[in-house]
């Protein structure tokens, strides 16, 4: 079964070593805690806060190994008022046997109030 997996995270400045720093950090997270098999992966979509414009963050995953075939998107979230700034997104489509209630999306950072229910 295909599932989504969200996480998001925010960064202090928008400079590329440090946008591609909290993306990685939130990419291990995401992988760790659900044991994602890049060769199970069937997307992986990124989102950035308007105000995020030095670095695309899935430029990271250059890093990551065996990702090379896993088709990845950029694009850049709706400029809501008064909503959370210097915030990356991720969406991971996978194909796992993990329940829907069982999987364990990730908030970091000033991200974590986006979801509080699932921060903990």
């Given at each position: 079964m295909i599932r989504g997996i969200r996480g998001a995270t925010t960064v202090e400045r928008d400079h590329e070593s440090e946008v591609?720093?909290?993306?990685?950090?939130l990419m291990n997270a995401l992988i760790e805690k659900?044991?994602?098999?890049?060769d199970r992966v069937a997307s992986l979509l990124f989102s950035a806060t308007a105000d995020i414009r030095s670095a695309f963050p899935s430029k990271?995953?250059?890093?990551?190994?065996?990702?090379?075939?896993?088709p990845?998107?950029?694009?850049?979230?709706?400029?809501?008022?008064?909503?959370?700034?210097?915030?990356?997104?991720?969406l991971i489509h996978v194909?796992?046997?993990?329940?829907?209630?069982?999987?364990?999306?990730?908030?970091?950072?000033?991200?974590?109030?986006?979801r509080p229910d699932l921060t903990k």
């Open positions: 591609l720093a909290a993306t990685s950090e659900n044991g994602i098999k890049p990271v995953m250059r890093q990551f190994s065996g990702w090379k075939y896993v990845i998107m950029n694009m850049q979230e709706i400029p809501v008022e008064g909503s959370l700034v210097r915030c990356i997104r991720i194909d796992t046997d993990i329940g829907q209630e069982d999987i364990k999306h990730v908030y970091l950072r000033r991200a974590a109030v986006l």
